[in-house]
């Protein structure tokens, strides 16, 4: 592994840390920009709400390949933590499908957290059909919907002009690659007139315009309060001590819940996180003890951006439950169904190819899917015996038997099981603190409420950027 610091003069870096954006917010008018299908970028929680009442949203991010080498590192960082209202904490995965096992993209998917793109063969400033290729590999090989392929991140975090206009084009929701420092610290934003972020790249001077597309910055943790300090866009973890690194994220958390609380996030390589399990799990808890502090994937972020509501309303929120599927037989669903301790157990299909094998509940294509033929032939073609049925239109994918072609929900009278957990209230300790010896609030004294890493990179950008990085080789 090689760990470079790249960084501007310390002049520039000065101006980016104090507040130059190299975009006047303002130009964006509000008069003509009408919430929320159009919404300016602001430092300020939307529709006026005043900070102290809403929620301190906490985003959880990951990138690049699914596969049970990275797995059980998100495993460790999430497993123990609950969100306020008892529900397992969420993540957003922005994921390639190069080295990607396609049956664990499903499980990830179907335990409630999110799949975003992250092109097919981690190409930074990609392609269309990197883009485009990658959202139909995943939908025909891991049944989530395109509705719900909705989010993406480039490579490197390397985009430009014409990978927003592919974007808007196929209408996703939003992007995020995009970095922030505390002086363009800005809540998520439609980009009806263009980025305030990354201007340093110059592309707020390129007339990227997509109307109703959302941004979602990423919120860069800065090592310092001085104009030299360092920025890291992802992986903090690799630029120090655990007990250094653990002093920037609470003195970054606190910039945000302290402030006009902006989400506050960790954007994460697994094959970076090594030994840094046990530093973020602290970090974790801490933060969760900390009054209306809540765990959420991009989209349900984007949720109550469209429609915000006080922290005291939040848990009431449909996009916040957990409720899952209780389908009562094994299904080749993402689940397991009959709590055999292993999803899909003996219905997953194997595909192997030179890149590695992989699984999926759809049936193995005969080549592997490329951004010319995302979605190759199956080996065995519909109407033959053991066809897997893709996932209809009307049916969800959690419902869905691909082998009965069958859809065990066909009414609202459908089971599911309410997977959040109650606990006893407690003590309410000194919000935004930096103390040391707070309990772990997410996973102390809960009870039951309800029924050889191939091709893996680390962040990487321009020999001018002012972002911290790392680098596999």
């Not at 897997?388 to 009278?413: I, K």
Request: proline letters at 9%; hydrophobic letters at 35%.
């Amino acid at each position: 592994m090689r760990f470079s610091t790249i960084s501007l003069a310390a002049a520039v870096s000065a101006l980016l840390i104090t507040g130059f954006t190299g975009v006047d917010a303002a130009t964006c008018d509000p008069a003509a920009c009408v919430f929320p299908a159009c919404v300016c970028p602001s430092v300020n929680p939307p529709k006026g709400m005043d900070p102290k009442t809403v929620p301190q949203f906490f985003t959880l991010t990951f990138d690049d390949a699914i596969q049970s080498q990275t797995v059980p590192t998100t495993t460790a960082l999430m497993s123990e933590h609950r969100n306020p209202n008892g529900c397992p904490v969420k993540a957003t995965w922005f994921a390639q499908t190069l080295y990607s096992d396609f049956a664990l993209i499903q499980q990830w998917y179907a335990a409630g957290n999110e799949v975003a793109g992250h092109t097919m063969n981690h190409i930074g400033v990609p392609p269309a059909d990197e883009i485009t290729g990658n959202r139909k590999a995943i939908n025909a090989f891991s049944g989530i919907p395109f509705a719900n392929l909705n989010g993406f991140r480039a490579p490197f975090l390397n985009y430009s002009k014409s990978t927003i206009d592919s974007l808007a084009q196929e209408k996703y929701l939003y992007d995020s690659s995009s970095s922030a420092v505390p002086g363009n610290a800005y809540w998520p934003y439609t980009l009806d007139y263009g980025f305030a972020n990354d201007c340093w790249t110059g592309i707020c001077d390129q007339n990227v315009v997509a109307p109703g597309m959302w941004e979602i910055p990423m919120h860069a943790i800065m090592d310092g309060d001085q104009p030299d300090s360092k920025a890291y866009s992802m992986d903090p973890q690799v630029g120090g001590t655990p007990d250094a690194v653990a002093g920037w994220l609470k003195n970054n958390f606190n910039r945000h819940y302290q402030g006009t609380r902006q989400p506050f996030g960790i954007f994460l390589h697994p094959i970076q996180v090594k030994d840094s399990v046990k530093m973020f799990n602290e970090f974790f808890s801490w933060a969760l003890n900390q009054k209306d502090v809540w765990f959420v994937t991009n989209q349900q972020l984007l949720e109550w951006m469209k429609n915000p509501v006080p922290a005291s309303q939040l848990a009431d929120q449909p996009y916040m439950k957990c409720n899952m599927a209780a389908v009562g037989k094994e299904i080749c669903n993402g689940l397991d169904d009959t709590k055999s301790g292993s999803p899909d157990k003996g219905l997953l299909e194997v595909c192997n190819f030179s890149s590695g094998p992989w699984s999926t509940c759809y049936g193995c294509p005969k080549t592997p899917p490329t951004p010319a033929d995302p979605v190759p032939e199956r080996v065995v073609a519909a109407g033959a015996t053991g066809y897997r049925t893709p996932v209809p239109a009307t049916c969800a994918m959690e419902w869905w038997d691909p082998v009965a072609a069958q859809c065990l929900c066909a009414s609202s009278n459908c089971t599911f099981t309410d997977i959040s957990l109650t606990k006893p209230p407690k003590p309410s300790p000194s919000a935004g603190s930096n103390g040391q010896n707070n309990s772990n609030a997410a996973a102390a004294g809960w009870s039951v409420a309800g029924n050889n890493i191939l091709g893996e990179h680390g962040h990487n950008r321009s020999e001018s950027d002012p972002i911290t990085t790392v680098d596999t080789l």
